[in-house]
Nanobody, 123 residues
């Protein structure tokens, strides 16, 4: 089981980034997918998820309206489009997958993790 994240970088406040994650070794269409992030000195927290059917998306309050999560089952990939980035969005972003059709919000309950990609937003 492998999840590979990419697309991070260093940007200015107000800029946009798109994170990508590809998955291998799993029955992709049955998985819920998402992203967690970890700010310096803090625990990993939920950012966004999409259900296994792709019909439902969920976002933490601080990113709702700015971030958009999508999935492409033909490519076994999911994407996090991040608009109007803020310094508080800085952190390491981890792509994740869960065997449940709707992802759990607690980091220690999520089944599969990628290595992560760094996002740094300067003011």
């Amino acid at each position: 089981v492998q999840l590979q994240a990419s697309g991070g970088g260093s940007v200015q406040a107000g800029d946009s980034l798109t994170l990508s994650c590809t998955t291998s070794g799993l029955t992709f269409s049955s998985l819920s997918l998402g992203w967690f992030r970890q700010a310096p000195g803090k625990e990993r927290t939920f950012v966004a998820s999409i259900s296994s059917t792709g019909r439902s998306t969920y976002y933490t309050e601080s990113v709702r309206g700015r971030f958009q999560l999508s999935r492409d089952d033909t490519k076994k990939a999911h994407y996090l489009r991040m608009n109007d980035l803020k310094p508080e969005d800085t952190g390491r972003y981890y792509c994740v997958a869960d065997r449940l059709p709707i992802m759990r919000y607690e980091a220690d309950e999520v089944d599969y993790w990628g290595e992560g990609t760094q996002v740094t937003v300067s003011s």
